[in-house]
């Protein structure tokens, strides 16, 4: 089976662009996480969707930021107007309905760098 | 307010054990998660502890004690591809889980 499906990889980008990084779930999972990782922050949600629905999106930054999730099986993550201290790893995860919650699938991130 | 605390750094050889522990600090707590993740990959899950006491899987163990808000995740047998970062995590009812900052591990010959 096909993990979690980041895209891109890598992007680069410089300060004031626009930036949508895409994800891909599991087949059949049903909830979807966003993170984002850095030296000083650590790992950080973002926000996650439950059945394709925003659940908790305290930990989106400010208003740069936003994240839809239009069906099960694609969600995306933009950033409009990026900055350079959005620079870091941003990671997708997906956790199934038949298992733990805790037990969350990522997938291999997008290391965004903003120039 | 929400917190979890575990060591930054813990430094091994290989054979030996170590032991990486997680204060937590939070409300509605439901459970505790390990995850490991190698330099430059993803997290991926290790263990989880719903209830109080000791979960065995293969080298690793996972501990919780409810009552003093800790846990434990131990390796045994070190090896050198174990070398990685390991995050606790502590499920919510209600979100999703809170990751700690992680601690590197690093075992050497």
């Known amino acids: 089976d096909a993990g979690v499906i980041q895209s891109p990889r890598h992007e680069v980008t410089e300060m004031g662009q626009e930036v949508t990084l895409r994800c891909k779930p599991i087949?059949?999972?049903?909830?979807l996480f966003w993170y984002r990782q850095t030296m000083m922050r650590g790992l950080e949600l973002l926000i996650y969707f439950n059945n394709n629905v925003p659940i908790d999106d305290s930990g989106m930054p400010e208003d740069r930021f936003s994240a839809k999730m239009p069906n099960a099986s694609f969600s995306t993550l933009k950033i409009q107007p990026s900055e350079p201290r959005d620079s870091a790893v941003y990671f997708c995860?997906?956790?199934?309905?038949?298992?733990?919650?805790?037990?969350?699938?990522f997938g291999p991130g997008t290391r965004l760098l903003v120039l | 307010g929400q917190s979890l605390e575990q060591p930054s750094e813990v430094t091994a050889v290989e054979g030996a054990i170590v032991q990486i522990n997680c204060t937590y600090q939070?409300?509605?707590?439901?459970?505790l998660s390990w995850y490991q993740q190698h330099d430059g990959g993803a997290p991926t899950f290790l263990s989880y502890?719903?209830?109080?006491g000791l979960e065995e899987t293969g080298r690793f163990s996972s501990f919780l004690s409810r009552s003093d808000s800790y846990g434990y995740l131990l390796l045994q047998e070190l090896q050198m591809k174990d070398s990685a970062s390991y995050f606790c995590?502590?499920?919510?009812?209600?979100?999703?889980?809170?990751f700690g900052k992680g601690t590197t591990l690093s075992v050497s010959s």
């Open positions: 502890n719903g209830l109080d």
């Open positions: 995590a502590v499920g919510q009812a209600g979100t999703a889980l809170i």
């Open positions: 939070t409300s509605g707590f439901y459970g």
């Open positions: 995860a997906s956790s199934s309905p038949r298992g733990l919650r805790e037990t969350q699938y």
């Open positions: 087949s059949g999972h049903n909830s």
